[in-house]
């Protein structure tokens, strides 16, 4: 059984139709990536899967269960976070306040456990553990998105959803964050990632996905779409 299954998901804003009839798996320890152009209706999807957007029509089951009526918080608690588009830190407070706020599920903060975590996520970002008294909202492009993703991961996540975390970043953060997306789900969270790097993401993915205007067109290995032809002309700036 998928960790994540979407079957026949539509969502509209208004009379615009985003999605129209997207499946999909993700299939529990993999890294999956949604590649495709802007407004093919990747960040509808992973709205979709963290209760930001209701669904139209269609159905999404996490672990077997169903998502379609739980709200956006207790998606986290079971087990779903996200990094969104634009990373969304709290700019007025500092990197210590941003990090705990990623942990409001959690009933254990006097454990061992939530301390290690926490060392775990300055030991990935240690710019974080040099900055933790620094307000948010003046650390660098680089660094906010490294705050955001180890917000998320102190909800200790099983699915981890990353939308475009390499975009507007220098070469230096890009290569980081992807070694940090690959040595997370090395530790065994599995990771749902939307980036227009495509070279990058399908270098990285295990299966993925290629989404057009709300559908799903191609799906495969990241080896596979990384090969193909047509991937690589639409995508990949290959001819």
Do not use: C
Request: net charge negative; proline share 3%.
């Amino acid at each position: 059984m998928s960790l994540l299954e979407l079957d026949d998901v539509h969502v509209a804003y208004g009379r615009i139709q985003a999605l129209r009839g997207i499946t999909l798996r993700v299939e529990e320890g993999q890294i999956v990536a949604l590649i495709g152009a802007n407004g093919a209706g990747k960040t509808t999807t992973m709205r979709a899967i963290s209760g930001i957007l209701g669904l139209q029509s269609g159905s999404m089951r996490f672990d077997g269960q169903d998502l379609t009526a739980i709200r956006a918080d207790l998606r986290v608690v079971r087990g779903i976070s996200q990094v969104p588009e634009g990373r969304g830190i709290f700019p007025g407070m500092t990197v210590a306040e941003n990090i705990d706020m990623g942990a409001f599920v959690r009933k254990d903060r006097r454990s061992a456990q939530f301390d290690a975590d926490l060392a775990r996520v300055y030991e990935l970002f240690p710019r974080l553990a040099e900055r933790r008294s620094q307000v948010g909202g003046t650390l660098s492009g680089g660094e906010q998105q490294m705050l955001a993703i180890g917000r998320a991961l102190m909800a200790r996540p099983r699915l981890l959803l990353l939308d475009e975390p390499s975009m507007g970043l220098a070469p230096q953060f890009i290569a980081q964050i992807f070694r940090v997306i690959e040595e997370i789900n090395a530790e065994g969270t599995t990771v749902l990632l939307v980036e227009q790097n495509a070279t990058q993401a399908l270098g990285l993915a295990h299966e993925a996905y290629v989404l057009e205007t709300g559908e799903v067109t191609r799906s495969g290995t990241g080896a596979e779409l990384l090969a193909d032809p047509t991937i690589q002309d639409a995508y990949l700036g290959v001819t």
